[in-house]
Structure formats: structure tokens, C-alpha cells
């Protein structure tokens, strides 16, 4: 077995441990560069890829290894280099050309250094849009959030220069936002000329629109290419928008092309962003993705002592179970939970137990209790998210585009409402229960590998149970 063949089959152990996202971020560019008296050195595109392998998934590799050469391998090491020809991956045409512009604009092994686009003073520039209970030292790191942060952070240390564009997804309340303007103070706080600018995707195209009928183009072009750090937050609403796509991807170019750190955030990877331009979904794939998770136990624990601290209120541990236990949904409904307890208290004047936690709780009912959920509602979320009309997901046609989404729906008329087979076969267009059965097992037994469908699934309970 040659060294290729060898890291193939390395990598293809690999990518069944790994989430898919992890998976591609840290391993796409990866080979090893030599095999000899029982070294093994992984080439690696950069520095930080070598410091998150070692310290991530040095013992997986080596294991992995080991047991591919039975015991051969006796240590594996990393460097920084890349690999001439390598046959690892056929690249798109797509592909050839970003890294064509990619490799004359820069490479990872020759980073440029971060220079501000002027010379003004920390107090002639403020940072826009940035809110400053967002920064790196309240943010709690647990296993679903801690590569979008070290990628946060390796940004943040050198912009422009590691992971361009960084794009980080997932549901809502998990910590994005805090994340994204995080990486702007950071930046200003090692650069205080830096022109950091922070904007909703929302407040770019509203802001897009108002120069173009207002005959301020010039304007909106300065505003938003003259920066050295660009954050959008929830790039997801410029689909549809084909005017406001043509001049987010001019400026992401122009930026791009000048060195600037650009970080976005979105609610779902590129490629699951319907009505989103294939280029610029070739531009967001450019730098990393780095996808953010529901918090574990341990970390909603580590948010509440957080939050707790920063309102001066002291919590027993046995009652911020409580509140973890109760709440898993996401960030912001964990310190909404939080802010209840403690105000039913300070109004009673009184200090929290067990059973006043409790009772507290069990008054934020959460949306499934406050609604009444139909399968009538619950067809109309699916279809609307994949842009169908209902009467063809009902309808007998077995088209892939309409076959999944009909499985989602009955896997979530399963998993959410309890429905019976027969009801929601019914439910569906009359069709038998064997059929309802089958698509609640697909849809299951894809959940542990398929990401894009998790974050689907997420992103259609949050809207499902939407106040």
C-alpha cells in the first residue's frame, strides 16, 4: 500500500467519526508527505490546521493508522506544505477557477500582513454596529461551538489573511451573533485604526435599495468596501434578491481581493441556501465553514454560572440543573429562562430553592404547549421552507424534489405530534402506513450522518413552534 492509499483509507475511517463539516474543513488538503522507519508527516495547508490537528485529532490519526499498517506506524507528525498534483479530488470547474484567484491574490504559507485602509486615529473611527456585551471573554465555549471559535479566533489574530471568508452557521440563539461581532472587537482591540462595519443582511439591503433610489451608489459602495473587517449577520435573507446579490458579490470580491476579513453568518450552510447565486456560494466555500450546534448539559451549565455572574446573582448548582435540564432548546432561551427566575425572585424578595425554581419554570411554556400543532400547519412550514406548493407534496408524484420533503414531514408529524402511521399517511395524501413507517426510518437512520439534513430539521422545529 503506497502513501496514497494509505491516507485514503486513513480518510475514509476518518470521515465516519467525523461530522461531515469537520470532516471537509480539516481534511480536504490534506496527504501524507512522508513514510519511513515508522514516521509518518501529514502535510497540512497551514499553521492553524496543524495546531487543531494536534491537539484535536492527533490520537484518531494515529490510531487510524496504526491499525491500517498493523502497529507500523510508531509517530505521526505535521507540516505545512502542499502537494503538487495530487489526486485526491477531481476540482469542479467552479473550483479551478476561485483557487486560480485565490492562489494570485495569496497563499496560505506567504500570509499578508494586516495593514488598516487609512491612518486615522482610534477615536476619528468607531466601530459600526457593534455591540459590546458581544466579545470573545463572555462567550462559552463547549464541543458544539469550538471550531467556529478557534476559527473566530485565528481570524481575529491575523484578518485577512486565515479562513477568508470565515462563514459560520446554525439555529437560532446559538451564539452567532455574539461570535461575529466578537471577531470585530478582537480585531479593534489589536488594531485600534481598523474600520471594522457590522450589518444585518437585512439593514445591507435596505440600505442598498435606499441608495439607489436616493442616487447614492458612490456612497453605499465607499461605506461598504472601504473597511478592514466586513461581519453580515444572517446572509440567508438575500435570496431573491438578485440586484442586492449582484452588489454583495462585487463588494465581496473587491474586499476579498484587498485582503479585508469578511465573516458571515447564516442559519444553514451555502449550499442549502435556496435562491442563492451558485458564485456566490463558490465565494462562501473560498475560506471555512464552521458550523455551531445546540449546547450540551455541561455547557448550558456554563452559560447559566456566566450569565448568572454577570447580574451579581448568586445560584446554587442544583438549581441551575434544574434550569438546564428544563431548557435545551438554544443560548437565548436558556438566559431568558435565567432573567425569569431571577426577576420572580427579586420581586418577591426572596431567595430561590428548588421548588420555587420550579415553579417558576413550569410557567414558560414553551410554543408546542402554547400551540396547537396541525398537520395542516406543519405541511404548510415544510413546503413553504422548500419552497413547494402543498398540493404537490400531497399529490402521487415520486419526484426526489417532492418524495424528501413529503418524508420530512411525515418523520416530523412522527417525532413532534405522536401521530399514528395511519393518521399520518391520511394526513398525506390517503397513502398506506407502511409508507409513513418507512420515511420516519429513512429520515432517522440519515440523522447521524447527513448535517445538512440536522440543521434542516432544526431550522423547521424553530419555525414550526415560532410564536
Known amino acids: 500500500m503506497d502513501t496514497y492509499e494509505l491516507w485514503q483509507s486513513a480518510l475514509g475511517e476518518l470521515e465516519l467519526k467525523l ?67 495530487s489526486p485526491q479530488e477531481i476540482p469542479t470547474k467552479e473550483e479551478l477557477r476561485a483557487a486560480k484567484e485565490q492562489e494570485e491574490r495569496s497563499t496560505y504559507t506567504d500570509l499578508p500582513s494586516f495593514t488598516p485602509s487609512h491612518t486615522l486615529t482610534h477615536q476619528e473611527i468607531e466601530p459600526v454596529g457593534l455591540n459590546d456585551r458581544y466579545r470573545f471573554s463572555s462567550f462559552v465555549v463547549g464541543k458544539q461551538n469550538e471550531l467556529a471559535f478557534a476559527a473566530a479566533q485565528a481570524v481575529s489574530a491575523q484578518p485577512g489573511g486565515v479562513y477568508n471568508p470565515l462563514f459560520i452557521y446554525g439555529g437560532v440563539g446559538l451564539g452567532k451573533t455574539h461570535i461575529l461581532q466578537g471577531i470585530g472587537h478582537e ?27 436616493g442616487g447614492k451608489a458612490k456612497e453605499f459602495k465607499d461605506r461598504y468596501r472601504n473597511v478592514d473587517a466586513l461581519l453580515i449577520d444572517d446572509i440567508q435573507f438575500i435570496t431573491a434578491k438578485e440586484r442586492t446579490q449582484e452588489e454583495f458579490f462585487h463588494t465581496f470580491n473587491h474586499l476579498h481581493q484587498s485582503n479585508k476579513q469578511i465573516v ?13 447565486e451558485q458564485r456566490l456560494i463558490s465565494r462562501f466555500n473560498w ?52 432573567n425569569k427566575v431571577i426577576a420572580f425572585h427579586q420581586f418577591k424578595n426572596s431567595q430561590p430553592s428548588l421548588n420555587s425554581v420550579q415553579a417558576v419554570l413550569s410557567t414558560l411554556q414553551t410554543a408546542k404547549n402554547i400551540r396547537s400543532l396541525t398537520p395542516r400547519h406543519l405541511i404548510h412550514i415544510v413546503s413553504s421552507y422548500y419552497e413547494l406548493q402543498i398540493d404537490d407534496l400531497l399529490g402521487k408524484s415520486r419526484e426526489k424534489r417532492l418524495a424528501f420533503p413529503r418524508q420530512i414531514i411525515m418523520f416530523l408529524m412522527r417525532e413532534e ?27 432517522s437512520g440519515l440523522l447521524d450522518s447527513d448535517e445538512k439534513l440536522r440543521q434542516d430539521l432544526e431550522i423547521l422545529k424553530q419555525r414550526i413552534y415560532a410564536h
Open 417 to 443: 405530534m405522536k401521530s399514528s402511521y395511519p393518521s399520518i399517511g391520511q394526513a398525506l395524501g390517503g397513502r398506506d402506513h407502511t409508507t409513513a413507517m418507512h420515511a420516519y426510518e429513512k429520515i
Open 187 to 213: 480585531i479593534r482591540e489589536q488594531n485600534p485604526a481598523a474600520n471594522i462595519l457590522y450589518a444585518t443582511c437585512e439593514r445591507f439591503t435596505n440600505e442598498f435599495i435606499d441608495a439607489v433610489r
Open 287 to 338: 475560506g471555512m465553514l464552521a458550523d455551531v450546534g445546540n449546547p450540551d448539559f455541561e455547557t448550558r451549565i456554563a452559560i447559566l454560572e456566566t450569565k448568572a455572574r454577570e447580574k451579581n446573582y448568586l445560584m446554587d448548582r442544583e438549581m441551575l440543573d434544574v434550569i438546564a435540564t428544563h431548557i435545551t432548546a438554544n443560548v437565548r432561551e436558556l438566559e431568558g429562562a435565567l
Open 19 to 85: 461530522s461531515k463539516a469537520n470532516f471537509t474543513t480539516w481534511f480536504r488538503q490534506t496527504f501524507i508527505s512522508i513514510f519511513h522507519d515508522g514516521e509518518v508527516i501529514i502535510g497540512v495547508p497551514n499553521t492553524f490546521t496543524k495546531a487543531w490537528m494536534e491537539k484535536k485529532y492527533h490520537r484518531e490519526i494515529t490510531m487510524c493508522l496504526q491499525n491500517l499498517t498493523n502497529n507500523t506506524v510508531k509517530c505521526v507528525s505535521y507540516k505545512v506544505e502542499t502537494q503538487q498534483g
Open 264 to 276: 458571515i453568518t447564516s442559519d444553514r450552510p451555502p449550499k442549502a441556501i435556496v435562491g442563492l
